[in-house]
């Protein structure tokens, strides 16, 4: 079977990003341009000026990306971008670039969901057996994803309020360590000690998940130190806060697994870098004999290598899209 060379597109958030994939495995290049100084500065990201810088680099991270790969367009058999979900106006920029190659080119244009991505970026690290459920923690994302086969999702839960990226950069927000959160309050959970009592937040036997109560409660923590006098020790409040949020993902992934009677655990989404889930899951699975698999860091947080990587599976499955394609900020995987 001929090698399939797809150039995919990523601009769903803050980064721009396009890489060169080889048969959904093969990181050939990759260019990453991350915006993260220019929005530190807001305490997050500001989706006007995302897209304004987007649409400013678009053209040089493409043409970068084919200099690193020492290719030409011809040498591309098609084209992948993210169109959703994300900020609309990021979405957009990607979503008509790849749209403008493959009409020039006349190559497909395979539309991919930033999941789904996610979840693909676990092949790049090493091939994905079937069946497996997918662990999908980032900033807008907290979902346990049951796939039977090749690129086929059911989805057993997920958040029903904050992402828990979103509530590690707001306890970060509280407290004042800056953003983005969440390496800042991994790194400062391994010098405390759990501390302070918070609450598991949906302890119960679905597959949901709920942050926001967590989030709330570390606020109103925060609040009365402040009123009292009291000084909150950071370090403690952050190994407290992570506690939680590992004992909450751990024991409903857990259970998903067994109950599902699957023994492969992949993690995926930025969160994945998160040293406490990853390495209390990874025991979790060791204990109850189930192989667990986390992308390389770099292919953590969004990147296009991901999007490339699932678009090969989508081809094969018959996933094309035309010039009417749309970016779409709020749509399911399944």
Same mark, same amino acid.
């Given at each position: 079977? =001929?090698? +399939?060379?797809?150039?995919?597109?990523?601009?769903?958030?803050?980064?721009?990003?396009?890489?060169?994939?080889?048969?959904?495995?093969?990181?050939?290049?990759?260019?990453?341009?991350?915006?993260?100084?220019?929005?530190?500065? !807001?305490?997050?990201?500001?989706?006007?000026?995302?897209?304004?810088?987007?649409? &400013?680099?678009?053209?040089?991270?493409?043409?970068?990306?084919?200099?690193?790969?020492? +290719? =030409? +367009?011809?040498?591309?058999?098609? !084209?992948?971008?993210?169109?959703?979900?994300?900020?609309?106006?990021?979405?957009?920029?990607?979503?008509?670039?790849? &749209? @403008?190659?493959?009409?020039?080119?006349? =190559?497909?244009?395979?539309?991919?969901?930033?999941?789904?991505?996610?979840?693909?970026?676990?092949?790049?690290?090493?091939? +994905?057996?079937?069946?497996?459920?997918?662990?999908?923690?980032?900033?807008?994302?907290?979902?346990?994803?049951? *796939?039977?086969?090749?690129?086929? !999702?059911?989805?057993?839960?997920? @958040?029903?309020?904050?992402?828990?990226?979103?509530?590690?950069?707001?306890?970060?927000?509280?407290?004042?360590?800056?953003?983005?959160?969440?390496?800042?309050?991994?790194? *400062?959970?391994?010098?405390?000690?759990?501390?302070?009592?918070?609450?598991?937040?949906?302890?119960?036997?679905?597959?949901?998940?709920? !942050?926001?109560?967590? &989030?709330?409660?570390?606020?109103?923590?925060?609040?009365?130190?402040?009123?009292?006098?009291?000084?909150?020790?950071?370090?403690?409040?952050? @190994?407290?806060?992570?506690?939680?949020?590992?004992?909450?993902?751990?024991?409903?992934?857990?259970?998903?697994? &067994?109950?599902?009677?699957?023994?492969?655990?992949?993690?995926?989404?930025?969160?994945?870098?998160?040293?406490?889930?990853?390495?209390?899951?990874?025991?979790?699975?060791?204990?109850?004999?189930?192989?667990?698999?986390?992308?390389?860091?770099?292919?953590?947080?969004?990147?296009?290598?991901?999007?490339?990587?699932?678009?090969?599976?989508?081809?094969?499955?018959?996933?094309?899209?035309?010039?009417?394609?749309?970016?779409?900020?709020?749509?399911?995987?399944?």
């Amino acid at each position: 079977m =001929k090698d +399939m060379y797809i150039l995919a597109i990523e601009t769903s958030c803050d980064e721009t990003s396009c890489s060169i994939v080889k048969n959904g495995s093969i990181d050939v290049a990759t260019i990453i341009l991350s915006q993260i100084d220019i929005h530190t500065n !807001f305490g997050g990201v500001v989706p006007e000026i995302a897209s304004r810088h987007h649409l &400013k680099n678009i053209t040089m991270v493409i043409e970068g990306c084919l200099d690193k790969a020492k +290719m =030409k +367009m011809d040498d591309i058999d098609a !084209f992948a971008v993210t169109y959703g979900p994300g900020l609309i106006g990021s979405l957009l920029v990607g979503v008509e670039a790849a &749209k @403008t190659l493959a009409y020039i080119y006349k =190559k497909p244009l395979i539309p991919v969901h930033h999941i789904a991505g996610h979840i693909y970026a676990n092949n790049i690290t090493k091939k +994905m057996v079937y069946p497996l459920i997918a662990l999908v923690v980032s900033g807008g994302h907290t979902e346990l994803i049951y *796939m039977k086969g090749e690129y086929e !999702f059911e989805r057993l839960g997920g @958040t029903l309020d904050d992402a828990v990226g979103e509530s590690y950069d707001k306890v970060a927000r509280v407290i004042g360590v800056g953003y983005p959160g969440g390496p800042v309050i991994d790194k *400062m959970a391994k010098m405390g000690t759990h501390e302070y009592n918070l609450p598991i937040p949906l302890n119960d036997s679905s597959y949901n998940f709920s !942050f926001s109560g967590l &989030k709330s409660a570390v606020i109103n923590l925060s609040h009365n130190c402040n009123q009292r006098g009291i000084e909150l020790n950071k370090e403690n409040l952050a @190994t407290s806060f992570q506690d939680v949020v590992v004992e909450t993902i751990v024991k409903k992934t857990i259970m998903a697994l &067994k109950d599902k009677n699957v023994n492969h655990l992949i993690i995926a989404g930025g969160v994945a870098a998160n040293s406490g889930i990853r390495e209390e899951l990874k025991k979790e699975c060791e204990k109850n004999n189930i192989y667990c698999s986390y992308p390389d860091l770099k292919y953590c947080t969004d990147n296009a290598t991901m999007i490339g990587a699932a678009a090969y599976f989508a081809y094969k499955k018959g996933y094309t899209a035309n010039s009417y394609l749309n970016a779409n900020s709020n749509i399911d995987l399944v």
